[in-house]
C-alpha cells in the first residue's frame, strides 16, 4: 500500500512539473502606476495563465538599469521606449516585441502666462532637463532641428517642476500622464510643448525581450506578447476597474483622481481607435535611427528586422527541425569551424579576422539556426582532422571525399564549393598545357591531394613542394618553378592580391588521374547525424539572392539569371526541378511540333527563359488545341505558351501580361484595293477562325459584316483564295506565314485593322508563385529581342511578273542623255558629289529643321525624322506644335517665341513628342532666318540628342515605384519654388498625405499589393497634378508630397479636397481602413502669400503637424494649418 501511494505522489509530482504554468518576469521602466496597465489586467484577469505563463511583475529599482537587467536574464521581458533604438544600434542584444505607446509621453510644459507657446519661445530661457540627453531625446533634437538654444538647468531634484510656479524656470521636462495633474487640479493654466507636433513623434512604452529569449523561446515570447495585447485591450475597456485594482493592490500612493486622468492621457498616447494596438513601422524606426545619428548620437546602422521579434525569428521558424534538433541546437549554443590560414577567396586568415566566401557563408548559415560560430584557426590540416575525431570541432566546411576520411567524418549535402585545378605560368613561357611539363619543374601544395597524385602517378616530374599558395605562385614568378598547379580562384586571388603581373593562369581538362574538378562536401564527425541533418535542412533554407550576392563579393561570378527571383520563387522553381509546357502543335508561324521538335515564335521565347530559369522545361505533347487546354486543366503542364480565347478558357488558369502583342490584318486577292476602313467591307463575307475570339471582336465593333467561321488560316485563306469570301482576317503573323507558305502569287495583306490582339501564357492556378516568375521572364525581354524574333518569323516575299522590254528602252534612252551630261559637266559633277556627301551626311546625323514665320515646318532632316518617328512628308506643312511635348510649360515657349521673333539666338533644353507617344529631350539652338533687307522670314534649329542625359537625370531624382520625383529632388525644388513665388508675388502651397493604415494593408494584403497602392496613387497624383506648377513627389514609404502654386486660399483648399477624393476613388479595397472600405489617405495642408512665407523647416513642419492632424481626427481628409 506505501510503495502504491510513494507511486501516486511521484505520479503526480511529475504531472505538476511537466504541466506547471512557465515562470518569466517582467521588468518595468518605473514605479506602479496605471502606465503598466495592461500588464497587470493579463496577470489578474488571468490572460497569462492560459497560455501557460507565471508572470512576476517587477517595479523599477533606481539602482539598476531596467534594460540591462532583460539583456542580463534577470527579467525575461522588459518595459522601455524608443531609446532601445539606441542600445541596439550599439549592437546590444534587445529584440522589440510589440510597441504599446504610439507616441512618446515626453514633453515640455510652461506657464500659460508665460507667454512661451512654442519651442520657438524657449531662445535664451532656462529650461530644466534630463542630466543625460538620451533620457529627453525627442524634446533635444526638436529644439536643435529648429536652431533653438535654451539655457539647460541639468541638476535636477524631486517635484522640481514646481519650480516654475515661482518662476526659477520657464519650462519644464514632464511625462504626459504625470506631472501636468498637479497644474489640473490646482486649476493652473499650462502650455504644452509636444516634439510630436514638430516632426519628432517617437515610440513612448515599448514591450521588449532579449536575443537570447527571442532565438531560444519564440513561442513563449508569442505566447506573451498575445496575452499582453489581450490585457491592454481589456485596461483599456475597463479602466475603472483596473484603477481600482493599482490603488488598492499595487501603489496606493496615487489617489484614483490621478489615476484616472493618467488612464485618459495613456490612452490617447496608446491611440488605438486610428492605429492597431501593437503596430510596428519599420519605417518609423529608420527614421528613429536617423534622428539619434544625425543629433550627435554615435549610431551605428542595423538590419530592422533583427530588431522586430516577428521578423527576427522568421528565418529560423521556416526550418522544420524535429525535437531531437531543436535541443542539439539548445544544447550546443556555439558551433566551432575550421578556419584555414590560406585558402582564399573560400576560407582565410587576414588583418586578425576570419575571411572568405565559406566564412560569410556558414554565418548565414548560424543566423537561419539562431546560434554563433566560432572560427577555429592557426592549426595544421593534421590537427584539424584530430580535432574533429576527438569533438573538438563541429565542421570542417570545405572537405573532398575519400575513402580514409569517410572512417572519421559524414559528409552533408552541400556542395557549395568546386576545386578546379589550373596551371599559373609566367607570361610568354611557351607552356599552353599540362604536357608541356614534362621536362620542367612545378609548384605543388606540399601534403595536398595534387601532390600525392603527382608523386605517385608521374614519378619522374620534378616537383617544387610549396607550403602556400602564395608561396608557389611567387616560386614561378621568381624561376624557383616553371608552373604552379593549384585551385583556380586560390591562384587568381594571390596573383592579383600580390601584383604577380608576370604570370597568368591557363586551364587544363582531361590529364590522366587529374580531376576536372572536384566537389569539396561540409563535414562533420562520424555519426553526428543530429548536426548533418540540421544543417541540411538549414542549407536548403539559404536565401538563394543572398548567396548569389556572396559568390559576386568573392568569386566575382555575376548571377547566372537577369531575372530577380525572390528566395520564395526560386525554392518553388528547385522543388518543382522541372517546368511542363503545353502548346498548339499546329498553329505555326508561332508554334508546331515539327518532325518532333518544337519550333515557331513561342519557341523562340521558350529559348530565351531556359537561359534564366534554373530548371528545364519539358514539352508535354498534345493532339490538338483543345487537348492542350484539356491537358493543361487536368494538370498534365504547368503553363501554356501562348492563350488564345482567354475568356472561354480561362476556368483553372491565371493569365500572365502579354507575351506579343500583334495587329490584326485583313488578307484578299491580290486584284483587290487597299482597305483602310473594315466599316466599308460590310456588305462582304469575312472569314475568321473559330473559337481565337476574334469573332465576338468584330461583331461588337462592326456589327454589320458578315463573319464566316472557319477551323484554321490555312482553310480562311483557301476561301479567299477560291473566292467564297473577300477576305481572311487574323494576326499578322499568321497571315505572313501562310501566304507565303501557300498563297504567295494569289494573295496579299490588303489592310491593317486598328486593334491590338494580346497573346498571354497562362498558368495553374493551384500555383501562383508560377504567374509572378513567367511575368518577370516576359518583362525581362528587351524591345530588340522581341523585334529580332518576329522579324525572323515574318520575312515574307513578294513576287511581281514584270514586263522588262518597255522599261530596258527607258533605262538605254536615259543613260545616253545622262553619258552626254555627264562627259560635259564632270568638274561640276564633282562639286556636287561632293557636296551630295556632305549634305547627306548632315541629313541623316544632324538635327535640323527650319519653319516659316508662322511655324509651319519647311524643311527637315532625316536624322530629325529618326529620332521623332515622323516621316518628312508627315512633317513637311505641319506646325513645329507637332513634336511639343505637353509636360513643356507654355511659359518657356513664350520666352522662345520672344527671343527668335526679336531677331536673336535662343538656346536651351527641349523635351520633344515622338510620333508613339514616346519622346526625346534635345538641347537646341534656334535663331532666325533673314532676307536681303534684314527681314525675318522664317526659323532654323540644330537640335543634339541629350535623351541618355536626361535618362541618367531622371533616375537620380525619380523614384524608381511609382515614377514621380522623389526626395532629392523635393529638396532641391521646394527651396527653388519658394524662391520663385517669392519674387512672382504668388500663393505657394504644400500637401503632405500619407496613406491612412497602410502597415495593415500591406500586412493584410501582401507587400506586392501594397507595392501596387504605391504606384496607383503616384499615376493618380499625376493625373491631377495637371498644371505646370504642380509637382507631385514621393518622399519615403507611403508618404507623398505636393508643391503647387495655387489661385489664392479658397483654390488651395479645394485642390486639396480634389485629392482626397481622387484617392478614395481608386476603388482599392481595405478591409483594415478604419476611414472607409478603400485605400485613404490624410493630408496635411500649409498655404500662403509671398509676404507671408516662412522658412522651408517651419514650413515642413507646419505641413506634417496638419498631416497628424488629420490623421488623429478621423483619416481620409486634410487638415490646414494655421497659425495659433
Same mark, same amino acid.
Given at each position: ?87 541596439k544600434a550599439h549592437a546590444e542584444p534587445v529584440v522589440i516585441v510589440s510597441p504599446i505607446f504610439q507616441h512618446s509621453a515626453s514633453a515640455l510644459i510652461s506657464l500659460k502666462n508665460s507667454g512661451i507657446n512654442s519651442p520657438y519661445d524657449l531662445e535664451g530661457k532656462n529650461v530644466l532637463f534630463y542630466p543625460n540627453d538620451t533620457d529627453g531625446f525627442a524634446i533635444l533634437a526638436m529644439l536643435q532641428k529648429l536652431k533653438i538654444k535654451p539655457n539647460f538647468i541639468r541638476e535636477r531634484e524631486k517635484d522640481d517642476y514646481l519650480k516654475l510656479l515661482d518662476k526659477k524656470v520657464d519650462a ?151 525535437? =531531437?534538433?531543436? =535541443? ?212 536548403? =533554407? ?21 531575372v530577380n527571383f525572390t528566395d520564395e520563387e526560386y525554392k518553388y522553381l528547385l522543388n518543382k526541378k522541372k517546368l511542363k509546357m503545353c502548346i498548339d502543335p499546329n498553329w505555326l508561324p508561332f508554334e508546331k511540333i515539327e518532325k518532333g521538335k518544337y519550333e515557331g515564335i513561342a519557341s523562340e521565347y521558350i529559348k530565351l527563359f531556359e537561359k534564366e530559369l534554373p530548371i528545364p522545361i519539358e514539352l508535354v505533347k498534345s493532339k490538338n488545341w483543345l487537348d492542350t487546354i484539356s491537358l493543361a486543366q487536368n494538370r498534365a503542364c504547368d503553363f501554356i505558351t501562348m492563350m488564345k480565347n482567354r ?152 513576287? =511581281? ?314 483619416r481620409n481628409r486634410f487638415v490646414l494649418y494655421e497659425k495659433e
Amino acid at each position: 500500500m506505501a510503495k502504491i501511494t510513494l507511486k501516486f505522489i511521484l505520479i503526480a509530482f511529475l504531472f505538476t512539473f511537466l504541466y506547471s504554468d512557465e515562470k518569466v518576469t517582467l521588468q518595468l521602466k518605473w514605479f506602479h502606476q496605471f502606465q503598466f496597465a495592461g500588464y497587470y489586467a493579463a496577470k489578474e484577469k488571468g490572460f497569462y495563465k492560459d497560455v501557460g505563463l507565471d508572470v512576476e511583475i517587477k517595479q523599477r529599482d533606481l539602482k539598476y538599469n531596467n534594460i540591462e537587467e532583460v539583456v542580463k536574464g534577470k527579467a525575461q521581458y522588459g518595459v522601455s521606449d524608443s531609446i532601445l533604438i539606441l542600445y541596439k544600434a550599439h549592437a546590444e542584444p534587445v529584440v522589440i516585441v510589440s510597441p504599446i505607446f504610439q507616441h512618446s509621453a515626453s514633453a515640455l510644459i510652461s506657464l500659460k502666462n508665460s507667454g512661451i507657446n512654442s519651442p520657438y519661445d524657449l531662445e535664451g530661457k532656462n529650461v530644466l532637463f534630463y542630466p543625460n540627453d538620451t533620457d529627453g531625446f525627442a524634446i533635444l533634437a526638436m529644439l536643435q532641428k529648429l536652431k533653438i538654444k535654451p539655457n539647460f538647468i541639468r541638476e535636477r531634484e524631486k517635484d522640481d517642476y514646481l519650480k516654475l510656479l515661482d518662476k526659477k524656470v520657464d519650462a519644464s521636462p514632464v511625462y504626459l500622464s504625470n506631472e501636468p495633474f498637479y497644474f489640473k487640479k490646482n486649476n493652473i493654466d499650462i502650455n504644452i510643448i509636444n516634439p510630436s507636433n514638430y516632426g519628432f513623434d517617437f515610440y513612448g512604452d515599448i514591450l521588449f525581450t532579449s536575443e537570447n529569449e527571442a532565438k531560444n523561446h519564440p513561442q513563449r515570447v508569442k505566447k506573451f506578447k498575445e496575452a499582453t495585447l489581450k490585457g491592454w485591450n481589456y485596461a483599456l475597456e475597463h479602466q475603472e476597474e483596473i484603477i481600482q485594482l493599482i490603488h488598492n493592490k499595487y501603489n496606493s500612493s496615487k489617489s484614483v483622481e490621478h489615476l484616472r486622468y493618467e488612464a485618459k492621457a495613456i490612452e490617447k498616447l496608446i491611440s488605438r481607435e486610428i492605429i492597431p494596438l501593437g503596430s510596428i513601422d519599420k519605417g518609423r524606426i529608420r527614421y528613429i535611427s536617423d534622428l539619434y545619428k544625425e543629433f550627435g548620437s554615435n549610431v551605428k546602422s542595423f538590419n530592422v528586422n533583427d530588431f522586430i521579434f516577428k521578423d527576427y525569428i522568421i528565418d529560423k521558424a521556416k526550418i522544420n527541425l524535429t525535437q =531531437e534538433e531543436k =535541443e542539439y541546437l539548445e544544447n550546443h549554443p556555439v558551433l566551432k569551424v575550421q578556419n584555414l590560414s590560406a585558402f582564399p577567396p573560400y576560407n582565410f586568415y587576414e588583418n586578425n579576422k576570419p575571411q572568405g566566401y565559406t566564412v560569410d557563408y556558414m554565418n548565414l548559415l548560424a543566423k537561419i539556426l539562431g546560434v554563433k560560430i566560432e572560427f577555429v584557426g592557426q592549426k595544421s590540416w593534421k590537427e584539424y582532422l584530430d580535432m574533429i575525431k576527438d569533438g573538438k570541432l563541429d565542421i570542417i566546411p570545405h572537405i573532398a571525399i575519400n575513402k580514409e576520411r569517410s572512417e572519421f567524418l559524414d559528409f552533408t549535402d552541400i556542395e557549395h564549393i568546386t576545386y578546379q585545378p589550373s596551371l599559373a605560368i609566367r607570361k610568354g613561357s611557351g607552356i599552353n598545357s599540362f604536357g608541356d611539363l614534362k621536362d620542367k619543374t612545378i609548384a605543388v601544395l606540399n601534403k595536398s591531394f595534387l601532390h600525392t597524385i603527382l608523386k605517385n602517378k608521374y614519378p619522374n616530374q620534378k616537383l617544387y613542394l610549396a607550403s602556400s599558395t602564395k608561396k608557389g605562385a611567387e616560386a614561378v614568378s621568381t624561376g624557383l618553378a616553371d608552373a604552379f598547379i593549384g585551385n583556380l580562384a586560390t591562384t587568381e586571388y594571390y596573383i592579383k592580391q600580390h601584383w604577380l603581373s608576370n604570370l597568368e593562369i591557363i586551364q587544363f581538362k582531361n590529364v590522366k588521374y587529374i580531376p576536372n574538378e572536384t566537389l569539396l562536401y561540409m563535414g562533420v564527425s562520424k555519426g553526428n547525424n543530429l548536426l548533418k541533418s540540421i544543417l541540411e535542412k538549414a542549407n536548403r =533554407e539559404m536565401s538563394h539572392n543572398k548567396v548569389i550576392d556572396l559568390k559576386d563579393k568573392w568569386l566575382n561570378i555575376k548571377p547566372s539569371s537577369k531575372v530577380n527571383f525572390t528566395d520564395e520563387e526560386y525554392k518553388y522553381l528547385l522543388n518543382k526541378k522541372k517546368l511542363k509546357m503545353c502548346i498548339d502543335p499546329n498553329w505555326l508561324p508561332f508554334e508546331k511540333i515539327e518532325k518532333g521538335k518544337y519550333e515557331g515564335i513561342a519557341s523562340e521565347y521558350i529559348k530565351l527563359f531556359e537561359k534564366e530559369l534554373p530548371i528545364p522545361i519539358e514539352l508535354v505533347k498534345s493532339k490538338n488545341w483543345l487537348d492542350t487546354i484539356s491537358l493543361a486543366q487536368n494538370r498534365a503542364c504547368d503553363f501554356i505558351t501562348m492563350m488564345k480565347n482567354r475568356k472561354k478558357y480561362s476556368t483553372g488558369f491565371n493569365i500572365t501580361k502579354n507575351l506579343v502583342n500583334m495587329n490584326l490584318v485583313i488578307a484578299t486577292k491580290v486584284d483587290k484595293p487597299f482597305v483602310n476602313d473594315i466599316s466599308s467591307l460590310e456588305f462582304e463575307k469575312l472569314a475568321v477562325v473559330k473559337g481565337y475570339g476574334y469573332a465576338e471582336i468584330l461583331k461588337n465593333e462592326y456589327p454589320d459584316i458578315n463573319i464566316v467561321e472557319v477551323k484554321d488560316a490555312k482553310e480562311g485563306l483557301a476561301k479567299v483564295d477560291n473566292n467564297e469570301v473577300y477576305g481572311f482576317i487574323d494576326v499578322l503573323p499568321l497571315v505572313a506565314y501562310n501566304i507565303q507558305e501557300n498563297f504567295v502569287a494569289n494573295l496579299k495583306i490588303a489592310g491593317k485593322l486598328d486593334k491590338i490582339i494580346g497573346f498571354p501564357m497562362a498558368t495553374r492556378n493551384d500555383e501562383p508563385q508560377l504567374n509572378e516568375i513567367m511575368n518577370k521572364l516576359i518583362s525581362n525581354i528587351s524591345e530588340e529581342k522581341n523585334k529580332e524574333i518576329l522579324n525572323k518569323w515574318l520575312s515574307i516575299k513578294y513576287e =511581281e511578273n514584270i514586263n522588262f522590254k518597255p522599261l530596258f528602252y527607258v533605262i538605254l534612252i536615259f543613260s545616253i542623255i545622262l553619258f552626254i551630261i555627264i562627259i560635259k559637266n564632270r568638274a561640276i559633277n564633282k562639286l556636287n558629289n561632293k557636296l551630295s556627301e556632305y549634305l547627306n551626311m548632315v541629313d541623316e546625323n544632324v538635327l535640323t529643321s527650319s519653319t516659316d514665320k508662322k511655324g509651319i515646318i519647311v524643311s527637315v532632316s532625316q536624322a530629325f525624322c529618326d529620332i521623332s518617328g515622323y516621316t518628312k512628308e508627315e512633317l513637311l506643312g505641319n506646325n513645329h506644335r507637332i513634336i511639343r511635348h505637353e509636360d513643356m510649360p507654355k511659359e518657356l515657349f513664350s520666352e522662345l517665341w520672344s527671343t527668335i521673333s526679336s531677331g536673336k539666338k535662343w538656346t536651351g533644353e527641349i523635351k520633344n513628342k515622338k510620333k508613339n507617344g514616346g519622346y526625346y529631350w534635345v538641347d537646341a539652338t534656334i535663331s532666325p532666318i533673314f532676307d536681303k533687307k534684314k527681314n525675318i522670314i522664317g526659323y532654323t534649329a540644330i537640335r543634339h540628342d541629350i535623351s541618355d542625359k536626361k535618362t541618367i537625370e531622371s533616375i537620380s531624382i525619380t523614384d524608381e515605384l511609382t515614377k514621380l520625383y522623389n526626395r532629392r529632388h523635393f529638396n532641391e525644388i521646394f527651396e527653388k519654388e519658394l524662391s520663385r513665388v517669392k519674387r512672382t508675388n504668388h500663393f505657394f502651397a504644400l500637401i503632405i498625405l500619407d496613406v491612412d493604415f497602410f502597415k495593415q494593408y500591406n500586412d493584410f494584403y501582401g507587400h506586392q499589393k501594397g507595392d501596387y497602392v504605391l504606384e496607383s496613387i503616384g499615376k493618380r497624383l499625376k493625373e491631377v497634378c495637371k498644371r505646370s506648377t504642380d509637382i507631385p513627389f514621393r518622399i519615403g514609404g507611403e508618404e507623398f508630397a505636393i508643391i503647387f502654386i495655387p489661385k489664392d486660399k479658397e483654390d488651395a483648399l479645394n485642390f486639396a479636397k480634389l485629392i482626397n477624393e481622387k484617392i478614395e476613388d481608386l476603388k482599392i479595397e481595405h478591409k483594415h481602413n478604419k476611414a472607409s472600405d478603400y485605400i485613404t489617405a490624410s493630408l496635411g495642408l500649409y498655404v500662403a502669400y509671398a509676404d507671408e512665407i516662412e522658412i522651408s523647416e517651419h514650413i515642413y513642419n507646419h505641413t506634417d503637424s496638419a498631416l497628424y492632424k488629420a490623421k488623429e481626427s478621423g483619416r481620409n481628409r486634410f487638415v490646414l494649418y494655421e497659425k495659433e
